[in-house]
């Protein structure tokens, strides 16, 4: 039997196999790819809690920290914040009353000036790019250049800000004074206009170190938390000696005279009462008490304060207002009166510098000022100076 042109049946086998293994290739580049899976949007409730930030004094404010970069804020006014970290998505679930923040924050409006100086410590100023006081107004050089040379500009003091500057410039924080709360209209517009608002309440703090450890509050906002927890350690630290000392017993008087010719003294809950207290003396006016809503200065005639300073150990004038003084003729000339006070006729008067109270970390060395002027230890000061 001849096969002439038919294949032998083994190569009709292998070319049938062929056929039904090609359609199988081409079935399967023609089935559609799977879609990848849409990534789980995290929930409030599922942040899992890791930790909270370390608190010596600090009473106005709390950071707690979530897995995966997220922090939860409170600050003492009962504004709650939730902090999403860089590239992250904020969670669902949010509780209407808790404001979401962006990091990186790196276009902050800064009107509460007493931040500034914390910012600084962190190197951070290039975070702010708008600021309630213009070059003029700032006794920090860093932030004074910073207006001068364009990086940061004037967008108008708490009650008149410049809206249009604010957001044309793309403001991702508003960080105001307790100021605010007097024009709650102002509040109430920047956060229509999608802007976020924190209200600076380090002067509410009750221990005068509280103050400073704002500084924790605004690493954690910018991710600078080891640089923070150095600075506060360090001034810890250095503080640590005069703390613990036994108080001298000196008493200390701290007041200004004002344009009408009375008399501005702190009541004893002020922080610089206290922070007399701290170096080792004795606040003359302890029996002025603060309270809630009340104002910690007072005004009181020179009668009031002639009883209440005459045998005062130490004076200080506060020049935040006037101006400073640099010999005692010249406070003489604001109120005769004072030639019959204990500390003129000893030699003990002192004066601050202006930029005392814009340099909020500067109080540990008042601190350190004030001890040296009670012990009369031989030492450098940094805000006071001696009235000849």
Not at 43 to 70: C, H, I, K, M, P
Not at 197 to 211: A, D, F, M, Q, T
């Amino acid at each position: 039997m001849t096969t002439g042109n038919r294949l032998p049946l083994r190569g009709l086998l292998a070319l049938a196999l062929l056929l039904v293994l090609c359609g199988c290739v081409q079935g399967a580049k023609q089935l559609p790819s799977p879609e990848p899976e849409a990534p789980q949007t995290l929930s409030w409730d599922a942040l899992e809690y890791e930790r909270s930030l370390d608190l010596l004094y600090a009473e106005q404010f709390s950071v707690d920290y979530y897995t995966n970069g997220y922090q939860k804020i409170a600050i003492g006014d009962g504004n709650r914040y939730l902090v999403v970290p860089e590239g992250a998505n904020a969670p669902s679930g949010i509780p209407e009353e808790v404001t979401v923040l962006y990091q990186p924050l790196d276009s902050i409006y800064l009107v509460a000036t007493s931040a500034m100086d914390l910012f600084r410590q962190l190197d951070a100023i290039d975070a702010i790019t708008l600021a309630g006081l213009d070059a003029g107004g700032w006794y920090i050089p860093e932030a004074r250049e910073a207006i001068e040379a364009g990086r940061m500009v004037f967008a108008g003091k708490y009650g008149a800000p410049d809206y249009e500057r604010i957001l044309d410039l793309g403001c991702d924080l508003a960080v105001e004074s307790t100021m605010i709360y007097h024009t709650p209209e102002v509040k109430e517009q920047l956060e229509r206009l999608g802007i976020p608002v924190l209200v600076e309440r380090s002067s509410y703090e009750s221990h005068p170190l509280g103050r400073m450890e704002w500084i924790k509050l605004y690493a954690a906002l910018l991710g600078k938390e080891a640089e923070a927890a150095d600075y506060f350690d360090g001034l810890m630290e250095r503080l640590a000696p005069i703390l613990e000392q036994e108080n001298t017993g000196k008493t200390v008087a701290f007041f200004y005279i004002t344009s009408t010719g009375a008399v501005n003294v702190r009541r004893s809950g002020d922080y610089i009462a206290k922070s007399i207290g701290l170096a080792g003396g004795v606040y003359a006016f302890s029996d002025l008490e603060s309270g809630e809503g009340v104002k910690s200065t007072m005004n009181m005639q020179m009668e009031s304060f002639y009883e209440g300073a005459r045998n005062t150990d130490i004076l200080i004038y506060n020049s935040a207002i006037d101006g400073e003084l640099q010999t005692v003729d010249q406070l003489l000339e604001k109120s005769g009166v004072l030639a019959d006070f204990k500390a003129v006729q000893e030699g003990n008067v002192w004066c601050t510098g202006k930029n005392l109270f814009q340099e909020s970390l500067g109080l540990g060395d008042l601190i350190a000022d004030l001890h040296t002027v009670l012990s009369g230890e031989d030492a450098p000061l940094t805000y006071l100076h001696h009235l000849d």
